[in-house]
């Protein structure tokens, strides 16, 4: 059974298309991978940030992914800052890295372009990132298209740290999850739902109430035309509504194009759907919040699971390396 591995950072809020575009294949690859889910809150600190509001939020995200359906007993479910062996096979990463590899990587130029402070871990960023994925012998990483010139470094330092000190990690593939749907901004179709836009009017968060859901919906953008159909070319707005409701209720966007004819009735049934999908998940995570020692239990059993694998990565690191025994 392949191994996969999947990494969120604890920053923003989850939103209906981080549940629609990732997290629903997350759940799925459950019944047919050994699937390893980390918190990344390592990956937090390369910008100034708050420490109340990253522990908060790592702790809410991992509740998160627990309610929309990740199972801590068959999936390995952890926070990458509990495992001290992320942050030791990172400089390893980091020493097998080409200096221009990492200046190369896209997200550091975007990231880093106009910031008035811009940390050297934002620059080792795709390394710590590679030693997220190495340190447990991973098979596959699903990824969006965004991330796969990290997943092919990762690759890379694989590929030649095997080759100057023998066989030690498996070398990764990186898979992009066929029907994912891509969510788009409700006010911008043209750009994706952002979980950093946490208070803007386009995105819906996984904890909104049904009455903000039916008022963001509402105030989505269309067009100047009166057909429902899918296109999204010429319609993005209401492309973007059909693929939300078709995801949402396991439809294709043009299948539930098919009983709709007006904008409203469009937006209304988007709406009900959404708020449908998310009431099991909401009510869960409450759950969790009024038992955090149930998610401390949960994220413990992970962290454990997790140590298992990474622990036996870094002795077959550090013996190839050469360096001595502790």
């Keep these: ?38 918190v990344v809150d390592l990956h937090a600190l390369t910008v100034p940030h708050d420490p109340e509001e990253l522990r908060r939020a790592t702790l809410s995200l991992a509740q998160m992914l627990i309610a929309v359906g990740i199972d801590p007993e068959r999936s390995t479910l952890f926070v990458q800052g509990h495992l001290t062996e992320h942050a030791e096979c990172a400089w390893v990463m980091e020493c097998t890295a080409a200096f221009g590899e990492l200046r190369r990587m896209t997200q550091f130029k975007d990231k880093s372009d106009g910031s008035d402070f811009v940390s050297g871990g934002l620059f080792t960023y795709p390394a710590l990132q590679a030693a997220d994925i190495l340190l447990y012998d991973t098979d596959q990483v699903p990824v969006g298209e965004d991330q796969r010139q990290h997943i092919e470094l990762a690759r890379d330092i694989a590929v030649r740290f095997n080759g100057r000190y023998g066989e030690t990690f498996v070398v990764p593939e990186a898979v992009i999850p066929p029907a994912a749907a891509r969510v788009m901004d409700l006010q911008h179709p043209e750009n994706k739902m952002s979980k950093s836009d946490d208070g803007e009017q386009g995105t819906i968060l996984l904890l909104d109430d049904p009455a903000a859901i039916e008022k963001k919906f509402k105030r989505a953008v269309t067009d100047s035309e009166t057909e429902v159909r899918f296109d999204p070319a010429s319609k993005p707005g209401v492309s973007n509504l059909l693929s939300i409701l078709g995801a949402a209720t396991g439809q294709t966007p043009a299948a539930a194009a098919e ?68």
């Excluded at 191994?3 to 990732?22: E, M």
């Excluded at 709406?271 to 239990?297: F, G, M, N, W």
Aim: with cysteine; charged share 25%.
């Design 1 to 38: 059974m392949a191994r996969v591995f999947s990494g969120i950072k604890p920053t923003g809020s989850v939103h209906l298309g981080n549940l629609l575009g990732a997290l629903k294949n997350w759940v799925a690859m459950q019944d047919e991978h050994q699937a390893v889910y980390c």
């Design 259 to 326: 009983s709709i004819e007006r904008y409203g009735d469009l937006k209304a049934a988007t709406a009900d759907a959404v708020i449908t999908l998310l009431r099991p998940v909401q009510d869960h995570y409450r759950e969790l919040v009024a038992d955090p020692a149930e998610t401390s239990r949960l994220l413990a059993l992970g962290a454990d699971k997790a140590r298992s694998v990474a622990s036996a990565t870094l002795d077959r690191v550090r013996t190839n390396l050469g360096l001595l025994a502790r």
